[in-house]
Structures are given as structure tokens and as C-alpha cells.
């Protein structure tokens, strides 16, 4: 698990083009103006691809290794060279990095294609896929640097890419403040990067992997669980989770592709990642491990009841995402039994959750911009490709037997059942419980959607005219469901994938759940079969009201984010503002009045001196003859 790299070889070495060529065209797209309209937006996908190339070719090369020779790194030059500092600009390639180079690029490629229909009317195109080589080439910085700091570097572009795109329809007012929230949040969220690299820097000399655990292994455990912590809080503001996860609902302001891109692929798992990554950190800390897992326990839960509540198609995949991250969390939180089962779920999620999303846009596409699911209905007759292709991912995630979610998610309820004490029950039950609650909010949205009575008019002012979406939308669409169909199974046949990951996650352990595996699988799959029912009972055998009906408290709540929005304002944005206006007024009231009254005394003294400087001889005279006195007082004071 901490074995050191050696220097790259062959293909390896070229990795760093992966990120060039996406960086490359975004700066090219940026700069060429309105000249670059008709053909930007095939550059855009060409530079994607061309990373993807080049991830295949280093990731064959990976593979023709022996798992010791694994893990390599191409140093690029020196960054910062000498000092108590020295950083390299380095990439590292090992399974794990070179796992999300080939998520990132060949979800990210078809998200390009994807979009280059859903954005044809749009008059900013070519910068829109700016941003998306932007955001694609951050991403991979991120996961390719040998070193915190490089992975801060693309940690912050991320960042950027997410703000640019989010705001990216900024004349809504709405839409550019939903941009600048995920920037503050994720803000808080880069505090904790930053302190992190820095106990990593006083105490080891080092923020490089291998330094770092190197130097692990020696450390005092306060140490470690310091950097765990600091660590942490940085993964809930990069991947929305408790209680830095109020952004995410919001940033479904974004284009629909932005949001696939957003979800199944790059910001919201580079959490996740950095939880794995730092394995050797976790292991000698189990306290910050085990604020890991209670974290991704509470933000899975959290999820799941606000998506069960809301009926914005895009923002109950939002929550989704916020639950199915909770999941990957729970697993990394577990140690190596459950980090390899939270990447392997994190890819199989790519696939289907980046599928649903290009459906919701296909939907969208198809209503007039519409979101709010009490609209729909019905509409599987007028889009079979899109209903087909969202219906696989929506089968995926609930976990139906065979399909990819069915392996990857399943697996993070058995390692959760795994333990001793009160933890697998806690973390057990809760998984499996959410895994009920998953079947439910996504058999709602997707009866809502395909099912049932239309609640839409096709003739009046607001009549919609469903259509099947043009090929360059629903072509990604089909490869994305293939995917959520088989790609779980061909990972997991023979532990393919888990041991693929054993020299950065270690060697899975299988140990015995405190329930038998079989129970396990039971129950889950009939809290799955019940939470399609009553679903199915509510959206499908009922009608669906137009407008959303009264509701107890704890539906209302749900509705509102848990009143998120409200606890952050009451928490943090009032006090910090009473803050500031306490420190504005003391500054004006008290510094700035002793300084102004100190000035205007000189003022008036100097306006008073002025007064003798007013050009009558007499009044010169008058003041030489007083001055004379004052000297006559003062010599014969002095001689008495």
C-alpha cells in the first residue's frame, strides 16, 4: 500500500499530454474569439479524445506490468527546487490514478459529444467547451499529480472550471449566485487542503505521496489525525458532503451536460479519491477513519430523504449523487476492506448516473427546459431511446440483479456489515435501509417522468411537443447504458477490478459480515422490491397532482434541503456578517475618529495660525510686539 514509485516507461511517460492537450485547447478556444464558432466545438472533443488516447495506451502499458511495477512517475521538471521545499512537477501513473483517466476522459468524450446538440443554439458554444477542457484537464492534474500540492493545483482549477460552468448562463441573476455559492463552499472546503498540506509540511518536510508515507509509518497518531481530519473537511466541500453539501442542489443552474460532468466523473468524487489516495494517512489515524464513515453514514441518509421530496427531475439526481458519494465515503471510511468497493462503485456510478443526466437533458430538450416532474408523464411513448437508456441507469443504481450498481453497491453494504462492536450495525443498517430509500426516489422520478397519465398540453400557449432527442445526444446515451448494464459484471468477474487496485488500496480482506452475505442480499433486495412498490402504488395507480400537496413537516423539511440553507445563514453568513459590521464600526467609530479628531485639531490650530498670515502691517506688529513681551516675562522669570 505504500510502495514507492519508479521511474515510467514507454506510454507511461507521455501522460502528462493527457493533461496538456484538453489545457491546450481551452486556452486555444479562449483566445480565438467568434473565429472559432464553427469549429470549436470539434476541437473540444478532439482534445478529449486525444487525452483518452492517450490514457488507453498508458493503461496498457500499466497492465503488461507485474503488479509491483505498478506504480510509476514521470517528473516533469523541477517546480521548486531546494529550500526546506522541493517539489516536482510530477505525474503519478498507478491503478488508482489511471482508473479516473479512463472514467474522466471516456465519460467526459461523450459528454463533449453530447453536447456539442444540446448546445447548438446557444450563441457561447465555443467558450462552453472551453470550460469543459478546462474542467477536463484540472481534473486529470488532480488525479495524476505525485504530490498534494500538484493535486491542489488541479484541485483549484476544478474549482474555477466548476464556477465558470455552473454560472455559466450568469445573465439569470439566480444562476450566477448559484455559481459563486459552489465557490464559497468549496472555499471552506480548500481551507482544509491547506492546512493539511501544511501539518504535513512541519511535521514530515514533505508533501510528496511517497514522503508522506514514508514518514507515516513514524508519526505520532495525533499528527495523523490531525491531517486525516484536515483531509476530510477538504472532501465534503469538493465532493458535497455533511455539512458542506448545500451547493450542490444549486448547481444544477449549470447546463444539463455540466451537470453529468459535475456528477459521474470529475469534482464531486475527487472527495472520494482523496480519501483513498490517503490511505496510508487513515490507517495509522482510526479516529479521523472513523469520522470518515460517520460523515459518508449521515450524508448518505441526508440524501436519500431530500431527493425522496423533490420534484426538480435534476435536483433528485443531485441529491443522488450527494447519497451515492455518502456510500463511497461510508466504504473509505472502512479501511482497504471497503476503499477498493468505493472506487469500484464510483466508476459503475459514473456510467449510470452521467447516463441519467443526458436523459433528464434529453427530457428537457424535449419539454421546453421543463424540470418539475409533476409536468410529465407518459412521455415513454414519444422517447424509447431516452426512456430505454434512463431506464437501465435507474435500474442500475436501485441495484436489479446483474446490473453494475447490483455488484459495486452491494458490496459497500457487506463491508459495512463487517466489524466489531456497535459500527457494523450502525453503518449496516443504514446502508441498508438507504438502499430501500434509493429504489423509492428513483422509482418516483422515473414513473413521474415515463409513466403514468401525461399532465402535460399539447395545444395552448405552454403545449409541449415531446420528440426523441437527434443522434449526437441519445448515441452517448446508448453507450452509457451498455455500461450501466455490464460493466459491474465484467469488473467484478474473478475480483478483476479489487485486485487491480491492491497496490495503492492494499489486499482486500474478505472477512464475515455479523450477518451472512445471502441475509444480506435478501434483505436488501426486498427493500429495494418495496421501496419500487410503493412508488409504483403512489405515482402510477394514483394520479399525480400538478402542484405539489401539503405536506407534515418532515416532507416540508425535505422539500427545503433539511433547512440547510437556513441552518448555514444562522450558523455561519449572520454571525460573520454581525462580525464584520462590529469590526467595520469599531473601525470607523473608534480608529478612524481618534485619527480624524487628532487631524482636525491640527486642522483648526493651523487654520487659527493662518489667520495672523493676513497681509496688514499692524497685525504683524501686534503680534512681533506681543512675542517681545512673552521673551521680557520669560528672561525676567528666569532671572528671579
Known sequence: MTTNAIAATGNVELIWLAVAIPLVSAGILLLAGKGANRWGHWLGILASLGSLVIGVMAALDLLGQDSSNRIQ???????????????????RVDPLSITFVLLVTFVGTLIHIYSVAYMEKDRDRRRFFAYLNLFVASMLLLVLGNSYLVLFVGWEGVGLASYLLIGFWNQVPE?????????????????????????MFASFGTVSFDGVAGAAGGASEGVLTAIGIFLLVAACGKSAQFPLQAWLGDAMAGPTPVSALIHAATMVTAGVYLMVRSGFIFEGAPTAQLL??????????????????????????????????GYMMLAAGLGPIGAAFAIFHLVTHGFFKAGMFLGAGSVMHAMNDEVDMRG???????????????????????GFPFLSGFYSKDYIIEAAFVGEGWQPWVFGTATLLVAGLTAFYMSRLFFMVFHG??????????????????????????????????????????????????????????????????????????????GVAVAYVMYVRNDVPAKAPAANVLVNAAR?????DAINENLFMRPGQWLTRGVDGTDRGLIDGLVMAVARSFGSVGRSIGKIQNGYA???????????????????AARI
Do not use: C
Open 73 to 91: 512517475e514521470h517528473i516533469l521538471y523541477e517546480w521548486i527546487p531546494g529550500g526546506d521545499l522541493d517539489v516536482a512537477l510530477g505525474f
Open 175 to 199: 444562476y450566477a449566485t448559484a455559481g459563486k455559492k459552489a465557490f464559497v463552499m468549496n472555499r471552506v472546503g480548500d481551507m482544509g487542503m491547506l492546512l493539511a498540506m501544511m501539518t
Open 292 to 325: 470518515v464513515a460517520i460523515i459518508g453514514t449521515i450524508t448518505l441518509i441526508f440524501g436519500a430523504i431530500v431527493g425522496s421530496a423533490k420534484d426538480d427531475m435534476k435536483k433528485v439526481l443531485a441529491a443522488s449523487t450527494m447519497s451515492q458519494i
Open 376 to 398: 410529465f408523464g407518459g412521455l415513454w411513448k414519444h422517447m424509447k431511446v431516452t426512456w430505454v437508456t434512463f431506464g437501465l441507469g435507474y435500474l442500475a443504481i436501485i
Open 453 to 530: 397519465k401525461p399532465r402535460w398540453s399539447s395545444e395552448g400557449p405552454n403545449a409541449k411537443h415531446p420528440h426523441e432527442s437527434p443522434a449526437l445526444m441519445t448515441i452517448p446515451m446508448i453507450i452509457l447504458a451498455i455500461g450501466s448494464v455490464g460493466l459491474g459484471w465484467f469488473l467484478d468477474a474473478g475480483d478483476r477490478f479489487v485486485t487491480f487496485l491492491e497496490p495503492v488500496t492494499g489486499a482486500v480482506e474478505h472477512l464475515e459480515p455479523v450477518i451472512p452475505v445471502p441475509v444480506i442480499i435478501g434483505l436488501t433486495l426486498t427493500l429495494v422490491a418495496i
Open 560 to 564: 427545503n434541503d433539511l433547512h440547510q
Open 618 to 636: 499692524r497685525s504683524y506688529a501686534g503680534v512681533m510686539t506681543l512675542g517681545i513681551v512673552v521673551v521680557v516675562i520669560l528672561a525676567l
